[in-house]
């Protein structure tokens, strides 16, 4: 069975999230954007895991559904045309604050369980480290080393993944608090880690130029902070629906299990550059090198992006693989694209109105972005949809770097583009 896989994402008791990020408007957008199995998020804060037990019930091995009560309740704000099934996965991130080899790490870390006993035990033993109440995502003075170790020993049928591995204040290779290699952050569990999370800023073609991530699947995910923004990246199976098949599939990293992603244009995301936000002043990596990572307005450190880092960490020239690697498919949101064809902001009513449409006469967001013949997209009554997708999906797009944690824009087409394809020159 094919399906996508949308693993990392949180609640509404996270920092800087929707207060709508619950159980039932996940099991919503889930079906609007085409997405089967979603991770739960923040499974170790005490008031979230406390909803999980109560509205989802066990489905297929390891996985949950949402109460039939409450799916049906949920069932008249999902288009006939997207709806389908949703599955979801126990999972946490932990962000990981200790030091090591006489430098301060900060990591963030997916923990992933099969069962609700196994996430009890867990949250029971970090309860006794560190606050796991005041955040969705608790933050630990716990080695990343250590959390991998305590994970195991509560469940064998646990993994953990890193996160966002290249971000720069909070990942495990990041620049400004992570290692130079998986070996360093795990020492001797590193076997255990199988795969790693690329994030928004990089993408798998950037990840295959480091050797020492030769083996491992590149997983991606949205790590969504409000229901609309899942499956801007996300993770293509083929095998059954169950946590076993999942972790296996990650695991081996078998091609005909784990098809591949779903990615951000990586020069979208917030630190794909070096630059320093306060003086907008952003810079590639060659220019940084030159200015010896100093602000040319302030005189201050720069924040070096996810580029930068590859490149710090690359023994392979752009463009090499290795023997083991996935296919994957750049994407822009449809609410970005109709945004720039609609001359209004993504999140307006004229945007959400036509979206709207757009997924009842069409169906679920990934399947238009990715599986629709361009033809029948040409007759929606939006000017240049046909068109604006196909350049996406052929990477024909105009992208200015995100840098500093300020995220890249995307122009699909230019304003005398624009005038000149409507027919107005």
Known sequence: MKFIADLHVHSKYSRAT??????????????????????????????????????????????????????????????????????????????????????????????????????????????????????????????????????????????????????PWFSMLGSKSGFDSILECFEDLTPHIFAVETGLSSDPEMNWRVKGLDGLTLISNSDAHSPMKLGREANIFNTDLSYSHIKNAIKTGDPKLFCGTFEFFPEEGKYHIDGHRKCDYRSWPTETIQKQGLCPVCGKPMTLGVLYRVEQLADRPLGAFPERHHAFHHLIPLNEILSELLNVGPNTKKVNKVYNELLIKKGAELKILHELPIESLNHFDVPLLGEAIERVRKKEVQIFPGYDGAYGTIELFTSREKEKMSGHV
């Open 18 to 167: 929707a207060k709508n990020l619950d159980l039932e408007n996940l099991y919503i957008a889930g079906q609007l954007k085409g997405i089967t199995v979603l991770g739960t998020g923040d499974v170790t804060h005490p008031a979230w895991f406390k909803e999980i037990k109560e509205k989802l019930v066990p489905a297929e091995a390891g996985l949950f559904k949402l109460r039939e009560d409450i799916a049906r309740a949920c069932k008249d704000h999902i288009p006939v045309s997207c709806q389908g099934t949703v599955r979801f996965i126990l999972v946490s991130e932990i962000s990981n604050i200790y030091k090591k080899y006489g430098k301060t790490r900060k990591n963030h870390n997916l923990v992933f369980f099969p069962d609700i006993e196994s996430v009890e035990k867990f949250n029971q033993a970090l309860d006794k480290i560190g606050n796991i109440k005041s955040d969705g995502r608790p933050i630990l003075g716990l080695d990343a080393r250590n959390l991998l170790e305590i994970s195991l020993e509560m469940s064998p049928g646990s993994f953990l993944v890193p996160a966002h591995i290249w971000t």
